[in-house]
């Protein structure tokens, strides 16, 4: 798939929408209280179907709320879709450009590389003007069963990290992957604690710090209410000076592996080959509940 179809406007969309799959993914961190599939149910892009982040997911990992599902149960979830393997698929957000690059990155971990992200997701759509239903979606089938085909190289696990750690570690962060995390900088450097009681904040041993709100702005001051994705030359500017070198492979963290993708998501977008580019899909969760991870907190 083309490198310029990651990213649809909202007239794009609006103009092609029989011709794709259309899913919302919208999400939010429980203390929020926001009942998204409710939201969905009285809003939504016709057509759309609702991706539900804490439900499509690996179910015997209690621990990690977010972790990949089994291929099989990935493909279960599409067949209830109407989704199948060549069909072009767009994900959006009620928040603009957030949880549905999970999902983004979901279908390309999954095989499944004929996927965009909808820029300034349901805003967008409403500030055009364009119209949106509400209700349940119209149930769909699927003609031939959907068959994922993992692609190992986009995941990132523990033992890897580790390993990753340790080649950071010496060469004093010369060599090796870098970690980028992109979670809010207080709870990076410790200052603030983590959601969820009793998980340690601070951060892994040569992180860099690039919270994922620096990679969306409110570019039309007319709508602020909509966040999209900056310029790919703004995304760079960003990374860089932050200290990322964009010439060196990089694997994406945060808290438990959906603003990741967001910045996973920015870095393609910015010209970052893929083949560069990893998510560490268990993110702080997983490497904070482990009593043996390293944890750096700044002073």
Same mark, same amino acid.
Request: overall charge negative; proline content about 7%; glycine content about 8%.
């Given at each position: 798939?083309?490198?310029?179809? &990651?990213?649809?406007?909202?007239?794009?969309?609006?103009?092609?929408?029989?011709?794709?799959?259309?899913?919302?993914?919208?999400? =939010? *961190?429980?203390?929020?209280?926001?009942?998204?599939?409710?939201?969905?149910?009285?809003?939504?892009?016709?057509?759309?179907?609702?991706?539900?982040?804490?439900?499509?997911?690996?179910? $015997?990992?209690?621990? *990690?709320?977010?972790? *990949?599902?089994?291929?099989?149960?990935?493909?279960?979830?599409?067949?209830?879709?109407?989704?199948?393997?060549?069909?072009?698929? !767009?994900?959006?957000?009620?928040?603009?450009?957030?949880?549905?690059?999970?999902?983004? &990155?979901?279908?390309?971990?999954?095989?499944?590389?004929?996927?965009?992200?909808?820029?300034?997701?349901?805003?967008?759509?409403?500030?055009?003007?364009?119209?949106?239903?509400?209700?349940?979606?119209?149930?769909?089938?699927?003609?031939?069963?959907?068959?994922?085909?993992?692609?190992?190289?986009?995941?990132?696990? =523990? $033992?890897?990290?580790?390993?990753?750690?340790?080649?950071?570690?010496?060469?004093?962060?010369?060599?090796?992957?870098?970690?980028?995390?992109?979670?809010?900088?207080?709870?990076?450097?410790?200052?603030?604690?983590?959601?969820?009681?009793?998980?340690?904040?601070?951060?892994?041993?040569?992180?860099?710090?690039?919270?994922?709100?620096?990679?969306?702005?409110?570019?039309?001051? $007319?709508?602020?209410?909509?966040?999209?994705?900056?310029?790919?030359?703004?995304?760079?500017?960003?990374?860089?000076?932050?200290?990322?070198?964009?010439?060196?492979?990089?694997?994406?963290?945060?808290?438990?592996?959906? $603003?990741?993708?967001?910045?996973?998501?920015?870095?393609?977008?910015?010209? !970052?080959?893929?083949?560069? *580019?990893?998510?560490?899909?268990?993110?702080?969760?997983?490497?904070?509940?482990?009593?043996?991870?390293?944890?750096?907190?700044?002073?």
């Amino acid at each position: 798939m083309d490198s310029g179809n &990651w990213l649809v406007s909202a007239p794009w969309l609006h103009d092609n929408l029989r011709g794709v799959k259309v899913l919302d993914c919208s999400w =939010y *961190l429980p203390f929020m209280n926001r009942n998204t599939k409710s939201e969905f149910l009285n809003a939504h892009i016709p057509g759309a179907q609702f991706f539900d982040i804490d439900g499509i997911k690996d179910l $015997t990992k209690a621990d *990690l709320p977010h972790m *990949l599902p089994p291929p099989e149960s990935f493909g279960l979830s599409m067949d209830k879709f109407g989704i199948a393997n060549g069909d072009h698929v !767009v994900v959006y957000d009620t928040a603009g450009v957030g949880p549905a690059c999970r999902v983004f &990155w979901t279908f390309r971990a999954m095989g499944h590389n004929k996927v965009s992200v909808l820029n300034g997701g349901l805003p967008a759509w409403t500030a055009q003007g364009f119209k949106t239903e509400m209700g349940e979606p119209e149930p769909a089938t699927n003609k031939e069963k959907y068959m994922a085909r993992p692609v190992d190289g986009l995941v990132c696990d =523990y $033992t890897t990290i580790v390993k990753i750690i340790g080649e950071l570690k010496a060469s004093a962060g010369a060599n090796g992957k870098q970690i980028v995390d992109a979670r809010p900088h207080d709870r990076f450097t410790g200052k603030a604690p983590e959601f969820r009681p009793g998980l340690s904040s601070g951060h892994m041993p040569y992180a860099i710090s690039v919270p994922f709100t620096k990679v969306t702005e409110a570019a039309d001051p $007319t709508h602020p209410q909509v966040a999209t994705l900056k310029t790919p030359a703004a995304i760079c500017k960003t990374f860089e000076a932050a200290g990322v070198d964009l010439n060196r492979p990089i694997v994406t963290s945060c808290g438990s592996g959906v $603003t990741a993708a967001v910045l996973y998501f920015a870095l393609l977008n910015a010209g !970052v080959s893929e083949q560069n *580019l990893t998510l560490y899909d268990g993110s702080w969760t997983e490497y904070a509940l482990n009593p043996y991870s390293e944890i750096v907190k700044d002073e």
